[in-house]
């Protein structure tokens, strides 16, 4: 008897995301507190913010970041719903991991194999259908792996400049991102964006988008991490305040030396986001 056909690998142009604003508003909900837990602050560059602003409503947006953690989609989720509000969140996921958690498919992730000829195709396909509404956002990590934030050396996957050379319309728009340690238990999430490009002013080839692309990517990483570097808070803007303190005994003792002495008490062990 012959076997059953082998399901498709990657999702077809016509099986779009079929998001479900239910379970989203759930997820949203879910989502920010369970950040909190885990990260002290969310920030977003101060410089770079307006750069968002300056995008049109009525455009779809394709946000390209480096891929440093596990972390990376639910960071992308919060800031597409902080800073790019009405537009619905899109991304591209490996296909067994969708099939594995086919509810993420309800929160606008869709199954790809970009590592074969046809899973690349069907990537483009259904990334030009979705970007068809202005009021989509696409955010993919052309890196295509983990790597660290100072580590510029993979070259990215073709399959965002082919992309753009195809698109009239929209913009495409850098994001870096790194998980540091300052000065208190939990990390900082800070964010970095860079100068959107407006794929209509812009009638490249794939090659020069290619190096364009590479090119931004890593100048905005390389402008996060003197800002990281420096340590200055001030120049961030919080999107998002987490957990303060060192929890447990230890704040539990802290909070009674300083009703004994009758100072203030203050979780944060430094002045970071204070």
Known sequence: ??????????????????VSPFLQDGFHRFLRPFLRRHFHTIAVDRDSRPLTASIPTDEPVIVFGNHPSWWDPL???LLCQTWFPPRQFYAPIDADALAK?????????FGVRVDT???????LRTCRRLLESPQSSLWVTPEGRFADVRDDSAPLAPGLAHLCTRERRGFV????????????????????????LALADHDWSKT??????????????????????????????????????????YDTFRRLRSWLS???FHAEHGDKFH
């Open 173 to 196: 728009l850098p994001l870096a991102m790194e998980y540091v340690f300052w000065e208190e238990r939990l990390p900082e999430c800070l964010i970095r964006f860079g100068e959107p």
């Open 117 to 123: 000829p046809s899973g690349a195709a069907v990537f």
């Open 208 to 249: 020069s988008w290619q190096e364009t692309l590479t090119a931004r990517l890593r100048s905005n990483q390389a402008a996060l991490a003197k800002r990281v570097i420096a340590r200055d808070s001030d120049a961030f803007e919080p999107v998002l305040t987490g957990s303060r303190g060192a929890g447990g005994f």
């Open 262 to 264: 009758g100072s203030r």
């Open 75 to 77: 960071i992308a989720h």
């Open 1 to 18: 008897m012959p076997r059953p056909a082998k399901r498709a690998a990657s999702a077809a142009p016509d099986d779009l995301p079929g």
């Open 101 to 109: 958690y086919p509810v993420f498919g309800k929160l606008g992730f």
